[in-house]
């Protein structure tokens, strides 16, 4: 079955920096890849999404790249700011199936 | 309008009890999806529902777990005999349609068995 690794488990960047966290799938069948935001004692929140006919989709300071023929996908996050500190999950959804979770991603802004 | 909703949003209950978790989707979700997410942890999936097929209980972690939902509506996540393992967060998700749509989550309950 599909398999969704997500890396690192814990990200440290100054505040205006960029951060980029990782992802990658087993199935090559998976279609569609969602992101979502959980900020401490909240529920996650869909932040940015992609289906595998997309190889990029930006929505302001977020981004999102597929690379399909290496099965993974990246979340890039430009000029970080204090907002931003959360934990970031990734997910894969192969063919008629639910999705399938990353381990999740602290990210930590520093002032 | 109203978002996904949980109740209760905190249950403490002694090792061994049963406990029912409930989840109000959003009107006109065909999807409801329940995880579990333990203590600065991830989502541990546990149930899907899509409209009328049989749910995916792949994800439940032992046969003291079940869920139910009714059509379209309101779902139960039941607890039997509950251990101290069980303590996390029960988060319910529902989506407009299967699962590469937006999923909204609620707010949780906070299982503590103690």
């Known amino acids: 079955g599909e398999n969704v690794e997500q890396h690192p488990s814990t990200l440290s960047v100054q505040e205006g920096d960029s951060a980029v966290i990782k992802c990658t799938y087993s199935d090559s069948a998976s279609n569609y890849f969602p992101w979502y935001k959980q900020e401490l004692g909240k529920r996650p929140q869909l932040i940015i999404d992609?289906?595998?006919n997309v190889g990029e989709k930006k929505d302001q300071r977020i981004a999102v790249t597929l690379n399909k023929t290496a099965k993974h996908f990246s979340l890039h996050i430009t000029e970080t700011q204090p907002e931003d500190s959360a934990v970031y999950f990734c997910?894969?959804?192969?063919?008629?199936?639910?999705?399938?979770w990353g381990a999740g991603t602290k990210l930590i802004i520093k002032p | 309008g109203a978002g996904v909703s949980q109740s209760p949003s905190n249950k403490v209950t002694e090792k061994g009890k049963d406990v029912e978790l409930r989840c109000d989707p959003i009107s006109g979700h065909t999807a409801l999806y329940w995880y579990r997410q333990r203590l600065g942890q991830g989502l541990e999936f546990l149930i899907y529902?899509?409209?009328?097929?049989?749910?995916?209980k792949s994800g439940l972690p032992s046969d003291r777990f079940s869920a139910e939902r009714t059509g379209e509506s309101v779902s139960t996540l039941t607890i039997q005999r509950t251990q101290q393992e069980d303590s996390a967060v029960y988060l319910c998700a529902s989506s407009y349609g299967g699962s590469s749509y937006e999923q909204y989550f609620g707010p949780g309950t906070r299982l503590t068995v103690t």
């Open positions: 529902f899509q409209g009328n097929s049989a749910p995916d």
């Open positions: 992609i289906r595998s």
């Open positions: 997910a894969a959804r192969p063919s008629n199936y639910q999705l399938i």
